[in-house]
């Protein structure tokens, strides 16, 4: 089952509300009486994969506990457009005052899990073949996209930069080349610690095999490319694909024998999926 910590769905959802209602819902507060009920519908104007239910539920619970979610279309399903999605009952003031905060939350995280699941189906006769994210997310918004990501179907990379070592072009640049920089790694890293290095020519990856690292990233190569690389490696050490992996050439670049494949439009410049929220019945 995929998690959410609930002080990080707390934590980001009090931003984006603090950000949003500032003082107070003004046209809620002068438009709508105080004990006007009713329900609304969360539907699907298009298809995709549902994601962030846990951050809607946050966001009406922070606003008006009594405020209720009734889920039609459970967590990483698949929506067909016109579908209900889920039903929210209390009172309107809270309800209207939370539509857009909970609408934002919903419909990126349904259209980063929508975009993952595509590339993610491009992979199915590549099973051995992880598909990544990246760190290219929306500040303070990381946990959330990345949850998103494991729900469409994809693994996620290094959460930040503690996580894990890889090593990039402007390191080697200071540290004056592959050797020098995975030599001070290791120097001062955990055994248990992995140690990537993004390479962008063959002679680079040499060099990253002589100094023994776990992983390579070949960034930005074409899959002719990859496939001359990865007979180079030659299980020496994991291969990672990264930079301008497309629809058109994923399965090119799977099929050269990589092992992850990382892609930051899964996050960087995903279109949210479009949902609608529509008060349907007073009381």
């Known amino acids: 089952m995929l998690v959410l910590p609930d002080y990080l769905i707390k934590k980001t959802v009090g931003l984006a509300l603090e950000e949003d209602l500032g003082a107070g819902d003004i046209t809620s507060a002068v438009t709508i009486p105080r004990y006007r009920k009713g329900t609304g519908h969360f539907t699907a104007n298009e298809a995709g994969i549902i994601c962030g239910w846990p951050v ?18 459970l967590e990483g399903t698949a929506a067909r457009p016109g579908d209900l999605l889920a039903q929210v009952n209390g009172p309107l003031r809270e309800i209207l005052s939370g539509e857009r905060t909970a609408l934002n939350f919903l419909q990126r995280l349904s259209g980063i899990a929508t975009r993952t699941r595509f590339f993610r189906d491009l992979l199915a006769d590549f099973p051995g073949v992880k598909l990544a994210d990246t760190r290219k997310t929306t500040p303070g918004l990381r946990a959330l996209e990345k949850y998103a990501v494991r729900v469409g179907g994809g693994n996620n990379h290094r959460f930040n930069l503690a996580d894990s070592v890889l090593i990039k072009d402007n390191h080697l640049t200071v540290a004056g080349g592959i050797q020098q920089a995975v030599t001070s790694v290791v120097r001062n890293i955990p055994h248990t610690m992995t140690v990537e290095v993004e390479v962008e020519t063959e002679e680079q990856v040499k060099e990253a095999l002589a100094a023994g690292v776990d992983l390579i990233m070949l960034d930005n190569m074409s899959p002719e490319q990859i496939t001359k690389m990865v007979k180079l490696i030659n299980g020496r050490a994991l291969v990672e694909a990264s930079g ?25 410049s995903v279109k949210a999926l479009d949902i609608s929220l529509e008060i349907c019945s007073l009381s």
């Open 56 to 73: 809607v539920e946050e966001v009406f619970r922070q606003l008006n506990p009594t405020i209720e979610l009734e889920l039609h279309c």
């Open 244 to 268: 301008n992996i497309t629809a058109e050439n994923i399965k090119a670049v799977a099929a050269a024998g990589v092992d992850i494949i990382s892609i930051g439009e899964l996050t960087h």
